[in-house]
């Protein structure tokens, strides 16, 4: 069942994604997997991985029409996530 995403799913969704960046597993899957060694994680307790993975699908963090095609001056590797970086090294 689809529910709206609330600020509360956004802060859950965007804390499991700095945590995947910690914790490495070999699939997205695996961080919902409640079987040893997968189970420590326990990000099943945090959000439904069906619902993460539709908030992921649509999450845009930029305008890709201002985005620099790549082999064209000024073409930015990171532009999508650029001004969130330089927000979150700014605060």
């Known amino acids: 069942h ?3 995403v609330t600020r509360e799913d956004m802060k859950k969704a965007l804390a499991i994604v700095m945590c995947m960046g910690i914790i490495n597993m070999p699939s997205i899957n ?3 997997n409640a079987s040893w060694p997968f189970a420590s994680t326990n ?5 439904g991985r069906d619902h993460f993975l539709l908030i992921m699908k649509f999450l ?3 305008d890709n029409s201002k985005a620099v095609p790549h082999g064209q001056p000024g073409y930015q590797k990171h532009f999508k996530v650029d001004h969130v970086v330089q927000s979150l090294v700014e605060n």
């Open 2 to 4: 689809d529910h709206p």
């Open 30 to 32: 695996s961080y919902w």
């Open 43 to 47: 990000f099943n307790t945090i959000m």
């Open 60 to 62: 845009h963090l930029a």
